[in-house]
Nanobody
C-alpha cells in the first residue's frame, strides 16, 4: 500500500523560506515520478512542480519558477520542495503526489497517490 506523508508546512512572512518534505512508502519509489500540487481556499488544485523518477527532469509552474526547487532522494524515498522568496499568494495546502510512471506529469489526473497535505501560510 502506497502512503505519502508531507511535513514542513507552517507560517512564514513574505520573502521567507520553507522546505517541504514528503516521505513515501510502498511500491518502488525510484521508478515513479513525483509532484507537488497546492490548493488555496475556493480554488482548484494546481500544479507546482514535478520531478522524474531518476531526477533527470524537473518541471515548474510559471508562478514558482526561479523561487521553488524540487528534489528527491531515492535512497531515502523522499521528495522535497524548497520554497524561497515566498509570497502571500503562495498560501495554500500543499500536496505531495506520486505517479505510476517515470515521466513528469503536470495535471492532478496523472497522479494516482496523494498525501494528506500540509498547510503553508505566507503573511504580508
Amino acid at each position: 500500500q502506497v502512503q505519502l506523508v508531507e511535513s514542513g508546512g507552517g507560517l512564514v512572512q513574505a520573502g521567507g523560506s520553507l522546505r517541504l518534505s514528503c516521505a513515501a512508502s510502498g511500491g518502488t519509489f525510484s521508478v515513479t515520478a513525483m509532484g507537488w500540487f497546492r490548493q488555496a481556499p475556493g480554488k482548484e488544485r494546481e500544479f507546482v512542480a514535478a520531478i522524474s523518477a531518476n531526477a533527470g527532469n524537473t518541471y515548474y509552474a510559471d508562478s514558482v519558477k526561479g523561487r521553488f526547487t524540487i528534489s528527491r532522494e531515492n535512497a531515502k524515498n523522499t521528495v522535497s520542495l524548497q520554497m524561497n522568496s515566498l509570497k502571500p499568494e503562495d498560501t495554500a495546502v500543499y500536496y505531495c503526489a506520486r505517479r505510476t510512471f517515470q515521466g513528469v506529469g503536470i495535471t492532478p489526473n496523472e497522479y494516482r497517490y496523494w498525501g494528506q497535505g500540509t498547510q503553508v501560510t505566507v503573511s504580508s
